[in-house]
């Protein structure tokens, strides 16, 4: 490595500002590249830096980047002192630290191989991480606003002038072929950070949906849309995540695919990657037939799944008889292993799941029989078309389905005139009764007791936190991209992003700060860069890149993470607009 001088015309002088440069062999021949921008050095400054490049004496880089210990004294003139270029700081700096935590900086870089791009790809994807962390928004509003009031120029050391849409766009097709890659490196460094085990892996699948015809992507179909927008086409995500919610994988799936039908191919994708390992399989019974279950079976795999709710008819004695344990206040288990005992039907019954259910029914069953009631008065006072009463009941009953099967109804033409008859089953009431508050699991794994399986269950809520995590405050929806791989790009943006998220929050649990980050990048948010100019004697300006101070309750937070926030940053040539 060496010093090299940058030369830039302003004000009508030409200045000279100093880079680190680092030759490099490549297939093609030697080259070079710029490690860090230094700005304006005078001469001490730059034997210093001169002297560590080259490794001549030992330290000097440390010494010159370490802040001045003895201060320097000049006369200023305060009425003229002046603020400029104040950016948002700390929530990009604390997304950059967590890329830096896990390595990805380094690893990407590595695997992108560098060409004649000006600025290189990995650095640009960076920039889509990071804005899809603090502030999710398009690549094109990142690129007229987002980038240049953040300090992530100053971070990244990329122009404003570098970063547009285009460029962004071509970032997205240059990171999408490593995404395997990332997620096999991103599971073994989690792993090793936060000591995680990966022999219970919990598997959902979501939605998002598209702004556009999308007429070239085969995988945007119209499908069940659990975002309420049925009227879009959309895509199914498919998402394996760590008992803590770590994620380990996803896929794109076509968007009127059904849950149960992407089962297969992810845990095949998944072995293909990690191998076959004694691991857990714990899915939602939207997941579950009995062809899945049959898979599931081959080769020894283990699970825990959701079942219908009608499979509950079939243990009414265990229901009314059984033997329960309590998990913890409010809900009980039963265990109730097939006749080969190669299963295991667990029953759960929980107190509050109950009173909201007998709510449900109670509020169903009043509107239904309001709704009955006006019908049998417009029978009796008008002559009513027998179809058209009918296909009333019909909707009436659609709308409140929960409590539709307690009422037997039917429709008569009596001299030209409808006749409503209607009555409730005593049967199905009890039954309801006897059944709200209670579901029921199925594993294969026969050697735990029913707390446990039940509380390995109960774990898929980590995946659907993702979801949410990732609709809501990463804003994965709605997707404007058109072409296919643009948008398999976009979602692996979000699923990084998502990674950082999570890894914060694992880093505030082990603080004991909670394990939302949220509060913490608000609060942290609020730090900025700032200049500050300050006008000498003898007619120059000194001028200082300065970070805010932290507020007692910031330096609490970053104390507790083990963070040392910067006082200042150096002013470099892609960073400076004055």
Request: one cysteine or more; proline letters at 3%; charged letters at 30%.
């Amino acid at each position: 490595m060496f010093v090299r001088p940058c030369y830039r015309n302003k004000d009508g002088k030409r200045h000279a500002y100093w880079a680190l440069v680092e030759s490099y062999r490549t297939a093609r021949g030697p080259r070079q590249r710029v490690v860090a921008y230094l700005g304006n050095l005078d001469e001490e400054d730059r034997e210093a830096m001169r002297q560590a490049a080259q490794g001549s004496r030992r330290g000097a880089h440390r010494d010159y980047l370490r802040e001045e210990v003895s201060p320097r004294w000049v006369e200023v003139d305060v009425d003229r002192v002046e603020i400029r270029r104040c950016r948002e700081f700390g929530a990009v700096w604390l997304g950059w630290q967590l890329i830096a935590k896990l390595g990805l900086e380094t690893f990407l870089a590595g695997e992108m191989a560098r060409g004649r791009e000006q600025v290189p790809w990995d650095t640009m994807c960076w920039v889509l991480v990071l804005s899809r962390l603090c502030d999710p928004s398009s690549e094109l509003y990142i690129a007229e606003h987002l980038y240049a009031r953040t300090a992530l120029v100053d971070l990244l050391g990329v122009p404003e002038r570098c970063v547009n849409d285009v460029r962004l766009y071509r970032a997205l097709d240059a990171l999408l072929p490593h995404k395997r890659r990332l997620e096999s490196y991103l599971k073994e460094r989690m792993g090793e950070l936060f000591k995680l085990s990966y022999d219970l892996l919990l598997y959902d699948v979501t939605s998002t949906y598209f702004e556009g015809e999308m007429a070239g992507n085969p995988q945007a179909q119209r499908g069940y849309s659990r975002d309420k927008r049925p009227d879009c086409k959309q895509v199914c995500i498919g998402l394996v995540v760590s008992r803590c919610g770590m994620p380990l994988g996803y896929e794109v799936f076509e968007g009127n695919r059904h849950d149960s039908k992407t089962l297969q191919e992810m845990v095949v994708e998944i072995e293909s990657r990690y191998g076959r390992a004694d691991r857990i399989w714990v899915l939602d019974r939207g997941m579950i037939s009995e062809k899945n279950i049959e898979f599931l079976k081959q080769e020894g795999r283990r699970y825990i799944v959701g079942t219908p709710r009608s499979q509950l008819k079939a243990y009414q004695q265990e229901l009314l008889e059984g033997s329960w344990e309590e998990v913890h206040e409010g809900l009980e288990v039963q265990l109730c292993p097939t006749p080969n005992g190669q299963e295991t039907f667990i029953l759960c019954r929980s107190a509050e799941r109950r009173e909201k259910e007998k709510a449900m029914h109670e509020r169903f069953e009043m509107r239904i029989e309001e709704g009955l009631r006006k019908l049998e008065t417009a029978c009796s006072r008008n002559r009513q078309q027998p179809l058209k009463i009918a296909e009333r009941v019909g909707r009436l009953l659609g709308r409140n389905s929960r409590a539709a099967g307690l009422f037997t109804v039917s429709v008569e033409e009596v001299n030209g005139r409808a006749r409503l008859a209607w009555s409730k089953k005593e049967q199905w009431r009890q039954w309801a009764e006897l059944s709200e508050g209670c579901y029921m699991l199925r594993s294969n794994v026969t050697e735990w007791t029913g707390p446990e399986l039940w509380e390995a269950y109960i774990q898929l809520t980590e995946a659907e936190a993702a979801f949410r995590i990732q609709k809501s405050d990463l804003r994965i929806r709605p997707i404007w991209h058109q072409k296919q791989e643009r948008i398999q790009a976009h979602i692996l943006v979000c699923f990084l992003a998502y990674v950082l998220w999570k890894t914060l929050g694992k880093m505030c649990h082990e603080a004991g700060l909670g394990d939302e980050p949220r509060r913490l990048f608000d609060e942290l948010g609020k730090i900025r860069l700032v200049d500050v100019i300050l006008p000498t004697r003898n007619g120059k300006e000194i001028k200082r890149r300065c970070v805010t101070r932290p507020t007692q309750h910031q330096a609490i937070l970053l104390q507790r993470l083990g963070m040392v926030l910067p006082s200042r940053m150096k002013i470099t040539n892609c960073s400076e607009d004055f």
